[in-house]
Nanobody, 122 residues
Framework: QVQLVESGGGLVLAGGSLRLSCAASGSTFSSYGMGWLRQAPGKEREFVAAISWPGDRTYYADSVKGRFTISRDNAKNTVYLQLNTLKPEDTAVYYC???????????????WGQGTQVTVSS
């Protein structure tokens, strides 16, 4: 098992930036594909970004491509999500998740953090 704790969320103006972090503990972090997913009020949880376990492949939802960047530091057991050029529609709870796969599918993720709120005001 792996335990995940997100941080870095907050309130930001449209066009601003945030950096989310996800600290992992427990099982071998470097063996997991990692992802970020989000859930806005009244909407289903949606995939945002994924990174392979060695960090050599990334995958993004079309809605965030070119604005968000996922990265990981296996020595620090941490995965990051850099959010740039934020829009009000990016407002959501952002979750870090771990999978045995490199995946853009929410159901492939077995372990989840508690989430961190990102609010973008116009």
């Amino acid at each position: 098992q792996v335990q995940l704790v997100e941080s870095g969320g907050g309130l930001v103006l449209a066009g601003g930036s945030l950096r989310l972090s996800c600290a992992a503990s427990g099982s071998t972090f470097s063996s997991y594909g990692m992802g970020w997913l989000r859930q806005a009020p009244g909407k289903e949880r949606e995939f945002v970004a994924a990174i392979s376990w060695p960090g050599d492949r990334t995958y993004y939802a079309d809605s965030v491509k070119g604005r968000f960047t996922i990265s990981r530091d296996n020595a620090k057991n941490t995965v990051y999500l850099q959010l740039n050029t934020l829009k009000p529609e990016d407002t959501a709870v952002y979750y870090c998740a771990a999978s045995r796969y490199f995946s853009g599918t929410s159901s492939d993720y077995n372990y989840w953090g508690q989430g961190t709120q990102v609010t973008v005001s116009s």
